[in-house]
């Protein structure tokens, strides 16, 4: 398993991500002090994949479009088209606090055992299955993170598979790369070049380029490369700066290292989001809850 975490600081807002990549399954645990999640306003890059997602909010506030606030540890499982691919058609929610805390768990279709879909509402789970999410929020390590999925698979949530693809001991290759990638995550940048990742992890370009192509298949990066997985996750986080109580696109695009606001404006675009001004005023932290 290949674990990376990032986290910035904006204002009185803070935004913290853990990744965890393996075969079968991608977990995020993510931490939004003071920001706001809309999913009507997810990055749109690629065509929807056969992904489903068991979306667990441990604090903080959710709330469907067009229905109550909710708090309290909900999880739901999610279509891709409701998370990571939105279409026109797909039903939203937002979710907030102070903070928020949030563990997503992807997985393939088949491997889910519960109905898929936000209008089917939130999932019930045994009070061990719980107790494993706080865990894993107190200490996010890869033995925590394979402790809650036993806990979902004995509650028949996911497919036994998926805690059996577990690998205590990565190739020696993807070993080498991963730690070549890990920076890049760390500090969202999408501006080095292949031939720099090949220097750091000591590969010949054509060798990095092949266990590039290897690895991406094996732990279903979104986006398609790592290159694209970044640049997903760099939208995502300015998405969420956005939502901040504090400052202006110009602030987040400096943060997140666009440059400037109208690179951060054209990489909008290119996700098919409104402009980032445009964005603020419909997600602005409501600073309460």
Sequence with gaps: MHTAATSRTFGTSTLRLTAFLERRFRANLMVRDRLLFDSAFVPSL???????????QLRGSFETAGGPVVTGPQVYALDDTELDHRTPDSPTFRSWGRPAVIVDIRVSAADLRVPVGLRNGPITLPSRVWDSY???????????????????????????????SVVRDEPERFVRLWNALRPLYEDLSTSSSLKQ????????????????????????????????????????AAVLLLSSPEGTPTDVARLIGYGSVDAMGRAFRDAQLPAPSVVQDAVRYPDVG
């Design 134 to 164: 706080g865990a894993f929020e107190a200490d996010p390590t890869d033995a925590r993170l394979h402790e809650l999925i036993v806990r979902l698979v004995e509650a028949q949530i996911l497919s036994s598979d998926v805690a059996a």
């Design 197 to 236: 990742i090949a220097v750091v992890a000591k590969l010949s370009l054509r060798q990095l380029g092949r266990d590039l192509g290897d690895f991406t298949r094996t732990f279903g990066l979104y986006g398609g490369t790592f290159r694209n997985a970044i640049r997903i996750l760099r939208l995502r």
């Design 46 to 56: 690629n065509k929807p994949r056969s992904f489903v997602h068991l979306y667990a």
